[in-house]
């Protein structure tokens, strides 16, 4: 079935390193969408991208939506503690299917 | 922005009572809702879409007579849990959509322990 694969599932960073996630997803997404849930909270919407090969940016946070609009990144630079928590993606394919999530943990 | 609430935000009840979760936009408009589930470390699973006016369209493999869903307003969607078992203690979540917003607006989920 369509599947929305998000690696890594969980990444542990020193407060000041770069963190990515990736979703790749088995078929042509007509947009992605990113969410932020913190720990025991709900999931709050970072952003949507729609066009093939878009960049859009928020501060700190990076989102690409590749070329072919089957896969997608979220790149944190330089993190902060605050930026803590599960991140998912969640693509269209006519379905809503999100990611598996990755868990990011930040040391301070 | 927009808001979503919940109630309960959780609950404890015994195996086979219902358990009936509410779902309110409270500043803008809902024609459609969507209910998630989420167990302990993984991610949301969407298992239905509440529709205003019309039936719910529920995903492959969610017992639409166990997880009954009734859209009655623009603003409210409930999920009622029948015969609720221990296997269906989870996190559910309500999320909405603004109109012509790109935005899902989600709830603050209902957090269900089933003894």
Sequence with gaps: GQQVMQIPQYQHVQEGEDF???CNSSTTLSNIQWYKQRPGGHPVFLIQLVKSGEVKKQKRLTFQFGEAKKNSSLH????Q???VGTYFCRGNTGKLIFGQGTTLQVKP | GAVVSQHPSWVICKSGTSVK???RSLDFQATTM???RQFPKQSLMLMATSNEGS???YEQGVEKDKFLINHASLTLSTLTVTSAHPEDSSFYICSAPLTGRETQYFGPG???LVL
Excluded: M, P
């Design chain 2, 34 to 36: 969507f209910w998630y």
């Design chain 2, 55 to 57: 039936k719910a369209t």
């Design chain 1, 20 to 22: 990515t996630t990736y």
């Design chain 1, 81 to 83: 503690t605050t930026d």
């Design chain 1, 76 to 79: 944190i630079t330089a993190t």
């Design chain 2, 21 to 23: 979760i509410e779902c």
């Design chain 2, 110 to 112: 209902t957090r269900l």
